[in-house]
């Protein structure tokens, strides 16, 4: 007497051959594998911010000295940002992701920067002669400000590039590390008072 369901055929209709078939069709296989980008890319991003200020919490107060020669020669302090939607971009010199993130962030000061304020702050510097460098090279656009020792800690940033972005009142709506488009930032942007 034979049991028919302890018999197992190698079916090639079984569902790991069936799904195996679908993965291996064009649009399938490119969506399955954007999608895999995807996760692990918002998960990257949520561990690199995951100890950033909480949204809603009031910006951590500041007053930074422009880089000379830069857009201004006037200290920018948190105060004076209010009223206006702020892009903080804090950014190292040494930080290769800064790079590529810095062309962003002249187009968005470049195209938006009446709307916003689109302010960088320069950290884990350690002569302002790096920064200096890293302007003329990297032809910046944006206004450039000198961060202080400490002051990574107390935004908690532990990545280059880090992106803050302030409501008008100066808390903290939304933040970022790592590379971001510019659309990205605005669609941010769009979505606080």
């Not at 069936?18 to 296989?29: H, P, Q």
């Not at 940002?81 to 010199?93: D, E, N, R």
């Not at 962030?105 to 304020?117: D, R």
């Amino acid at each position: 007497m034979t049991d028919d369901h302890s018999h197992t055929d190698a079916n090639p209709t079984s569902v790991p051959a069936k799904l195996k078939a679908l993965y291996n069709t064009k649009w399938v296989g490119w969506i399955v594998d954007i999608g895999i980008v995807l996760l692990i890319f918002a998960a990257v991003s949520w561990w690199q911010t995951r100890d950033h200020i909480e949204d809603g919490q009031l910006a951590p107060a500041f007053s930074l000295q422009p880089l000379a020669n830069s857009t201004s020669d006037t200290m920018v302090s948190s105060e004076s940002l209010k009223g206006k939607k702020t892009v903080l971009y804090f950014w190292a010199p040494w930080c290769t992701v800064c790079k590529a993130q810095s062309g962003i962030i002249s187009s968005l000061h470049e195209k938006n920067g009446e709307e916003y304020n689109v302010q960088s702050i320069a950290l884990s510097y350690e002569q302002v002669a790096d920064v200096q460098a890293y302007v003329q090279e990297h032809e910046v656009t944006y206004p450039v400000l000198l961060g202080k020792p400490g002051m990574s800690t107390e935004w908690n940033i532990s990545a280059y590039p880090t992106v803050y972005i302030l409501n008008s009142k100066g808390e903290v709506a939304s933040s970022t590390s790592g590379i971001t488009t510019r659309q990205g930032i605005l669609a941010r942007l769009a979505t606080i008072d």
